[in-house]
């Protein structure tokens, strides 16, 4: 498709188990974020790929949380042993490296995750 | 990056211009104000975004103050479609100024008939 695709749309799962979300960014853009939600509160950034430089791991929260980025596309976050307070919508959002001004451009965001741990 | 402030709700009649204000008084010369909006259930999305000139597109204006410690979002004729969380974020356009959006808590505008 045209937009960041984000799947599972919805996980429930129990606490103390793994998840593995995935998003598939827009051709071509280089750049990679996972940002996550929790109910009403604002967006909380996880992590930032951007081509083969290593990746700013600098907003998670703790060391049951990685991510990869595979061939500069798709990228998968994990979580291990998850807890309740992981519960929240996780965002992916993509962008070019820079616009043709040299600014670093907009992000345009998946529909987001929606994680509810149990 | 700067910090922004901008107030926690706003009510705009449909049909009226929507004007949402962002004060950031500790902007550097090299970063830039952008704005996003989330749609309740939605991914975010990019309106508009400006260094120190006025700018417009098909959405929205930016009007960025000459000392550029604040600006102001308007939405020209809002529609019930324009209710949302908006945000005002600034940050270096530049890799060495780092390349993530810091989101604040925004304002919930609310457009009604």
């Known amino acids: 498709g045209a937009g960041v695709s984000q799947s599972p749309s919805n996980k429930v799962t129990e606490k103390g188990k793994d998840v593995e979300l995935r998003c598939d960014p827009i051709s071509g853009h280089t750049a990679l974020y996972w940002y996550r939600q929790s109910l009403g509160q604002g967006l909380e950034f996880l992590i930032y790929f951007q081509g083969n430089s290593a990746p700013d791991k600098s907003g998670l929260p703790s060391d049951r949380f990685s991510a990869e980025r595979t061939g500069g596309s798709v990228s998968t976050l994990t979580i291990q042993r998850t807890q309740q307070e992981d519960s929240a919508v996780y965002l992916c959002a993509s962008r070019f490296q820079r616009d043709p001004l040299g600014n670093t451009g907009e992000l345009f965001f998946g529909e987001g995750s929606r994680l509810t741990v149990l | 990056d700067a910090k922004t402030t901008q107030p926690t709700s706003m009510d705009c009649a449909e049909g009226r211009a929507a004007n949402l204000p962002c004060n950031h008084s500790t902007i550097s010369g090299n970063e830039y104000v952008y704005w996003y909006r989330q749609i309740h259930s939605q991914g975010p999305q990019y309106i508009i975004h400006?260094?120190?000139n006025n700018e417009t597109n098909e959405m929205a204006s930016l009007i960025i103050t000459e000392d550029r410690k604040s600006s102001t979002l308007i939405l020209p004729h809002a529609t019930l479609r324009d209710t949302a969380v908006y945000y005002c974020i600034v940050k270096s356009g530049l890799t060495g100024g780092g390349n993530k959006l810091t989101f604040g808590t925004g304002t919930q505008l609310k457009v009604e008939l």
């Open positions: 400006g260094l120190k």
